[in-house]
């Protein structure tokens, strides 16, 4: 059975390495497919097609929120578009309000996944931020305090999510819990696996 699965976590969590290993365990009954949602932020080179940069959110896009002065966008009816054909819709979801209105929407089709690396750290998201052109030192300020609430919001939400991978930056052992999410999926092992 096909099902949307939700990627959520901190700016260099590893989501994106994450849904690279999901869209890679393509097999007989998972059929992964990356769903990219709007931005109006400027395009990023670590974007791995999982965000459409615009001037404007689309007028079709149904689940909307914002995160730093950035607004992203997603048109709901994809989900179940591809759900319908039997395709695994992926899409990265960073706000836990988003997460919760694809879980009501879906219910049990939905495998909404936490990325986990570790807790904000001043230094590291300042290196992040910088690897991303983020040069003022305020602005690189505002965004750590911004990542710690957001953080905060994510781990006071935690019920959200089915699973929570725990990146501890071997990318053997993140691949590895992606596979038994799959595996999970198609019913081979028991449920939840968490």
Known sequence: MPNVITLTGPSGSGKSTALGYFLKSKNRT?????????????ARDDDSGEALCVASIPAESDLVYEQYGVRYGLNSQKLFDYLAAGNSPI??????????????AL????????????????????????????????????????????????IENIHLFDHVIINGRKRAALKTQVHRIVTGLSGVQSWPLR
């Open 91 to 104: 899409v990265i979801l960073n706000d836990v309000r988003t997460v919760e209105d694809v879980r009501n």
């Open 107 to 154: 219910g049990p089709l939905v495998r909404s996944v936490f990325v986990f690396r570790e807790g904000p750290s001043i230094e590291k998201y300042k290196e992040l931020g910088r690897s991303r052109n983020v040069k003022n030192e305020e602005e690189l300020n505002r965004r750590f305090n911004k990542a710690q609430a957001i953080y905060r919001i994510y």
């Open 30 to 42: 998972f059929k992964p497919v990356l769903i990219p949602k709007y931005t109006t932020r400027a």
